[in-house]
């Protein structure tokens, strides 16, 4: 049986995203935002066009991914490192969707995705 996480909207101000994993009864958050509260760009967000930093050039784009990957591909990586969760959810496909599916096959793992803020109440509930 595969293990369960859960993706939520970080509740940090400077996080996008955190990684719930009840088995281990921690998490990881990761994707960065800025201190006036506006994300970093990723590949989601350059590949998105109704976003800010959404690149109509394919070539412009690809380049800006592979950018981004080889200055973090000495980073640790693995199912629990931040550096690989940014890596395939944020940068490794146009959509955020796309990125959890390849996070799941790479880890064999299954992620339920929630487009919500994390709470303390939802944190007790899956940590506990």
Same mark, same amino acid.
């Given at each position: 049986m595969k293990d369960v /996480? /859960? %993706?939520?909207?970080?509740?940090?101000? !400077?996080? =996008? @995203?955190?990684? @719930?994993?009840? =088995?281990?009864?921690? %998490?990881?958050?990761?994707g960065g935002i800025k201190p006036d509260g506006t994300p970093y760009r990723d590949y989601t967000l350059l590949s998105? =066009?109704?976003? &800010?930093?959404? !690149?109509?050039?394919? $070539?412009?784009? !690809?380049?800006? #991914?592979? &950018? /981004? %990957? +080889?200055?973090?591909? +000495?980073?640790? #990586?693995? $199912?629990? &490192?931040?550096s690989s969760m940014s890596d395939i959810i944020l940068w490794n496909k146009k959509t955020l969707r796309g990125g959890i599916r390849d996070y799941e096959n790479k880890f064999n793992v299954k992620v339920v995705f929630k487009d919500i803020? %994390?709470?303390?109440t939802i944190k007790k509930k899956l940590l506990i």
């Open positions: /996480y /859960y %993706l939520y909207r970080s509740d940090r101000p !400077e996080k =996008k @995203l955190v990684m @719930l994993m009840p =088995k281990y009864k921690h %998490l990881h958050h990761f998105d =066009k109704s976003s &800010n930093f959404y !690149e109509p050039d394919k $070539v412009k784009r !690809e380049k800006i #991914k592979i &950018n /981004y %990957l +080889n200055r973090h591909k +000495n980073d640790p #990586k693995g $199912v629990h &490192n931040p803020k %994390l709470t303390d």
